[in-house]
């Protein structure tokens, strides 16, 4: 009579106790060297922007004859009258959205097609993927770079369309960078994706399909609504990874992007770096977090959440 | 049986239609890869012909020679094995305590540190760049490796920590709970059952974090002066100049640096996405 009980009594008296009993430091110690180091390395510098964002700082400060001196928002009102800068934001904005929306349904539509095709084609393509995936975006960009390139560039050949110069339209030199970012980001979406699409029981599927649910619908109804944490890390992911978008453009460009080029990331580096102004661009970094938070609370609530059930 | 004739034969034709997507998805992502290595291995003067050739006339190694007799490219791979040897092991210590605690303890403030993970991932990495540089030369550790290394674990821990608590929670607690019935105390339970059933979670994250060290490129750029303590990416640099980029000896340099890395990615693809869907979609 006692028998379905006492394991669980027995277990919980081995196991609770220590967590329950008195505040377990466990936890706090394990967590303890990441907080150190996220702490050191992100927070205590990034605390060290938004302080900028609030001083002048330019050549004078940076070789020490005067000390920098607080300016309130200055840098924020210069910033955000600067024509230009709403230009970059409304350009990075878009950009943005195209990377990471073609990353998310390119990828989407690779993991389900993974899922259709014979094994010895989903080797191929996992192959493929993967020999993408450990390619540096230094190096990606480069070939890319070099597949566009102006006389023998071998997209420019296939197209029939060489010589052809992909960069005297920023237009196009951006979607180059378009292409490299999503080439580059397409196999983890895919990848995860389809791992996640294999954790979907089959027999929800089947009963689903025994509904009388055609393919669409099983995909509209079933499949998508259990994906949907995953989509939406997923998505996140790429949107923070997109928004900051600098290596692929500054490389494609070779250290020397024109205005019609500039992103967010591009603009506070050129002001920092070329124009001395680290207030300003410090200023630029601020309002870039700011934004991507703002994008993001919804889906940091669904990701808190998914880390939060153990 | 007749009425199904027609039905397999239309599931034929479909799954060669996919079958044929499927294909043209792999030589799409596979070719950028494979040009790279073509181009590498193309003689000087073939590389710039109007017409590209999609395999090498005459291969050769000359590139692959010039790059391989550059004691620099040498030193850089030596910085670039110590650099990401030291943030693997690090970042692969570090985020297993965390992951450990966020998948199988309950406390205060862990919603908080999940979330503050997440956010830290947020922040440009352009916009760090020179506030590090100044926090690192305040500790006395900028143009040094140290400072490199201590840089990517920063980089390397949200997505590390996101990764490896997938896999732990994936363990079943009924075999810590069994182990522990069984006299194992918590330290033994976990060392025993917990950490062998998340080896292969370990491998997928240190891939995860051997490819960033590996392949960084923006903070080695801008925290390494000195040429002695370049990195891989950075010196591969060298090639492209404002006079112009030599491409043969560019993508055999990129060849041989890509190369560890696909190896080890073939090597664990099995369990890379693992760590990401476990428990997201059940959940």
């Given amino acids: 009579m006692t028998t379905p009980e006492a394991p669980a009594r027995a277990r919980s008296r081995v196991l609770e106790p220590p967590s329950r009993r008195r505040t377990d430091r466990t936890p706090y110690l394990l967590v303890a060297p990441s907080v150190l180091v996220l702490l050191g390395v992100l927070a205590y510098p990034l605390g060290k922007v938004v302080v900028l964002s609030f001083q002048h700082w330019g050549v004078g400060q940076i070789f020490g004859a005067r000390g920098p001196a607080f300016v309130g928002t200055d840098n924020y009102t210069a910033l955000l009258s600067d024509p230009q800068f709403r230009t970059v934001l409304l350009r990075t904005v878009m950009l943005t959205a195209a990377m990471a929306g073609l990353s998310m349904a390119v990828g989407t539509a690779v993991a389900l097609l993974m899922r259709q095709v014979p094994g010895w084609c989903r080797v191929a393509i996992t192959c493929a993927l993967v020999l993408a995936w450990s390619v540096p975006t230094f190096v990606s960009t480069e070939i890319f770079a070099w597949m566009t390139e102006y006389n023998s560039g ?8 060489q010589p052809h110069n992909w960069y005297a339209d920023a237009t196009q030199g951006l979607a180059v960078a378009t292409a490299v970012v999503v080439w580059g980001a397409v196999p983890l979406i895919a990848v995860t994706l389809y791992a996640g699409l294999a954790q979907i029981p089959a027999e929800l599927l089947e009963a689903a399909r025994m509904d009388g649910a055609g393919a669409w619908r099983l995909l509209r109804s079933v499949v ?5 944490p995953l989509l939406a890390l997923l998505t996140t992911l790429s949107v923070i990874w997109d928004f900051q978008v600098f290596n692929q453009i500054w490389i494609l460009r070779q250290g020397a992007p ?3 080029y500039y992103t ?3 603009y506070s580096y050129v002001k920092a770096y070329a124009g001395h102004d680290y207030g300003l661009a410090s200023a630029a970094a601020v309002l870039t977090v700011l934004l991507l938070l703002g994008v993001m609370v919804v889906h940091l609530r669904q990701i808190a959440k998914i880390g939060d059930t153990p | 049986m007749t009425p199904t004739a027609p039905r397999s034969a239309a599931r034929r034709a479909r799954t060669a239609a996919l079958s044929l997507l499927g294909l043209a998805v792999a030589a799409v992502w596979a070719f950028p890869v494979y040009w790279m290595a073509a181009t590498a291995f193309t003689p000087g003067a073939g590389i710039r012909a109007a017409t590209p050739r999609l395999w090498p006339h005459r291969p050769t190694v000359a590139h692959f020679s010039k790059v391989a007799a550059d004691p620099l490219f040498w030193r850089a791979v030596g910085n670039s094995a110590v650099v990401t040897g030291a943030t693997v092991v690090l970042a692969m210590a570090v985020a297993l305590g965390s992951a450990l605690a966020v998948a199988r303890f309950r406390f205060r403030g862990k919603g908080l540190y999940v979330a503050a993970v997440m956010l830290v991932q947020m922040v440009p990495h352009v916009a760090l ?18 400072g490199l290394v201590v840089t990517y ?18 363990v079943p607690r009924e075999l810590e709970e069994a182990a522990m019935v069984d006299g194992c105390g918590r330290a033994a339970a976990f060392r025993r059952v917990v950490l062998p059933l998340t080896l292969p979670g370990l491998i997928a994250t240190s891939v995860y974090a051997m490819v960033l060290a590996w392949n960084e490129y923006l903070f080695a750029y801008f925290l390494l002066g000195t040429p002695d303590k370049h990195t891989v990416p950075l010196w591969l640099t060298h090639f492209v100049t404002t006079e112009g980029t030599d491409y043969g000896a560019l993508m055999a340099g990129s060849t041989i640096v890509a190369l560890p890395v696909v190896v080890f990615f073939l090597l664990v693809q099995r369990h890379l996405a693992g ?8 959940g």
């Fill in chain 1, 154 to 161: 071998v997209v420019n050949w296939a197209l029939g369309m």
């Fill in chain 1, 224 to 228: 998508l609504p259990l994906l949907r």
């Fill in chain 1, 258 to 260: 024109g205005e019609d």
């Fill in chain 1, 264 to 266: 967010l990331g591009i």
């Fill in chain 2, 129 to 146: 760049v020179i506030p590090i540089f100044l926090t690192l030369s305040d500790v006395g550790l900028s143009d040094s490796i140290t």
């Fill in chain 2, 153 to 170: 674990l920063a980089f390397v821990l949200p997505f590390a920590v996101w990764t490896l608590r997938g896999f732990v929670a994936a």
């Fill in chain 2, 275 to 282: 760590g990401l869907t476990a428990g997201a979609v059940k």
